[in-house]
């Protein structure tokens, strides 16, 4: 009985495909893979019969071959333009089958009739020779049917450029590098009120898991940094590789970090350029430490002394962290230019033994403490930042320095403030522009010389200067965050 199936079954898909070669020798311009597509869902079932007999089964009884699509999370690749679908790549550099391949790879090949094996062989060939061919097929395969594997050169080839016979340009600019694994890479969504934005590192085999669905760590290989991903419920999620700024911002922390804003504005009372030799008392997550790492530069160092032995801990990891992911990035190694110590500073003199440094930065709770330590070691002029979070803090290291005499000149106190402005344009409710009349156009309405004019459509592009926008504070703002206090040595 099971014998007589799946001789009818071989009929049926033979007679099927026979009516595909006719539909592609009637219409050329059509490619075989969209005709096959359309054939009944039947086919699937066969397709389920025949497999145990014609292809490799895995433990459960399943194909080989569709077991590794399914568990495959690149089989489901995102589209990063929103407008064409792209090749979608399995591991290894293997890719899925057209329809017409795994209907066709479901008989034996003595079973095939010369026309239907003349078919297979000619749409082998045309995937093999038309890229655009590639493309097509792969956006209508699905997660079931075997794999063709591609050589690894094939696959870096396709990963590092686009096809330039046509004199497109090429996938990366000189000195750019696409996205790799190791990298720390930045997924950002904002969608009115609702934000996301998460740091993470890029890890083969893993996704993105976020309210508005995931995204496949193996689609963001080999891609430009900067590109717009869709999500598994079809969010775009922008994906980028993480700055300075956004690594110390979401970085583990053991103690509170410096915040960018803050730090650059000490970088700049301190007047810190390449070669200089800077300490910092308090390392804390080490958020500071790769600030003054990259002013001072490869020429440079900087002397970081933590007294708590975790916050030690915590800003070296932080700070290798960052390093290996730069050199990932840029194929090149950042400045080892941090010396970490667990000290306490008032108790290491020997530490500070010969060394002068051109300006110091202090985060701690007592800095004033520390100052007849640390200021024989400060050339003369130089200036000392002191970042506090209150101002009793501060009140309480001025008092220290009239007390204690110390050469030290009091040039400001300030607190840096942020705030954020959200601009867009406006929409209306059905998604479309609010496009504000010309004043030409009015004084025309006024005087009833006004002619009938094209509704605007969404899909249309509205002239330079006639969308209203929108402009206000975002609706969540940074509040205080710490006492800046410029300090200059000088000679009385």
């Known amino acids: 009985m099971s014998c007589q199936m799946c001789s009818g ?49 895995g433990n459960n009884g399943s194909s080989g071959g569709d077991e590794g699509d399914r568990s495959d999370p690149s089989s489901s690749s995102l589209n990063p333009d929103h407008r064409t679908p792209r090749r979608r790549l399995l ?5 899925p089958l057209s329809p017409l391949e795994r209907i066709s790879r479901l008989l034996p090949p003595d079973s095939l009739s010369p026309d239907v094996a003349q078919l297979r062989e000619q749409s082998q060939g045309d995937v093999e020779e038309d890229p655009g061919l590639k493309d097509d097929v792969s956006s209508v395969c699905g997660a079931l049917g075997p794999v063709v594997k591609t050589s690894d050169s094939e696959t870096q080839d396709h990963a590092l450029t686009h096809d330039q016979g046509d004199g497109s340009v090429p996938a990366t600019l000189p000195g750019e590098r696409l996205l790799m694994f190791g990298e720390l890479l930045i997924a950002e969504y904002t969608k009115r009120r609702a934000q996301y934005k998460n740091m993470f590192i890029l890890k083969p085999g893993e996704r993105l898991q976020s309210n508005w669905g995931c995204v496949f760590h193996n689609d963001m290989a080999g891609q430009p940094s900067g590109l717009f991903l869709k999500t598994t419920q079809g969010f775009n999620a922008f994906i980028r590789r993480a700055s300075l700024e956004d690594y110390v911002l979401y970085m583990k922390r053991a103690p509170t970090i410096s915040y960018p804003k803050d730090a650059n504005a000490m970088l700049l009372d301190m007047d810190i350029t390449e070669g200089d030799c800077v300490l910092e008392a308090g390392s804390g997550s080490g958020a500071m430490s790769l600030f003054l790492s990259r002013a001072v530069g490869s020429k440079g160092s900087v002397l970081s002394v933590e007294i708590r032995e975790d916050h030690h801990k915590r800003a070296v990891l932080n700070y290798n962290h960052w390093r290996d992911s730069w050199r990932l990035r840029r194929g090149e190694e950042w400045p080892d230019n941090v010396q970490f110590y667990n000290a306490d500073l008032l108790k290491a003199s020997s530490l500070l033994a010969g060394r002068g440094f051109h300006s110091i930065a202090l985060d701690m709770m007592s800095p004033q403490l520390v100052l007849p330590t640390v200021l024989p070691h400060l050339h003369p002029g130089a200036v000392c930042s002191v970042y506090l979070a209150n101002i009793t803090q501060v009140i309480d290291l001025l008092d220290g320095i009239r007390c204690s005499a110390l050469p030290l000149l009091c040039e400001r106190i300030i607190e840096v403030p942020y705030r954020n402005w959200l601009v867009t344009p406006a929409h209306h409710k059905d998604g479309s522009f609010c496009v504000s009349k010309p004043i030409a156009d009015e004084v025309e309405e006024a005087n009833g010389n006004s002619e009938e004019k094209e509704v605007l459509t969404t899909k249309e592009q509205p002239p330079f200067g006639s969308i209203s926008y929108i402009a206000r504070p975002h609706h969540v703002q940074m509040s205080h965050t710490a006492f800046l206090t410029k300090l200059r040595k000088c000679f009385r």
């Open 91 to 95: 591991p290894g550099g293997r890719r």
């Open 9 to 57: 079954g071989v009929l049926f898909i033979n007679r099927l495909l026979r009516g595909a070669c006719a539909s592609a020798r009637a219409h050329p311009q059509r490619r075989e893979t969209r005709a096959v597509v359309q054939l009944p869902t039947r086919i699937w079932c066969a397709r389920r019969t025949f497999s145990d007999g014609h292809q490799k089964t």
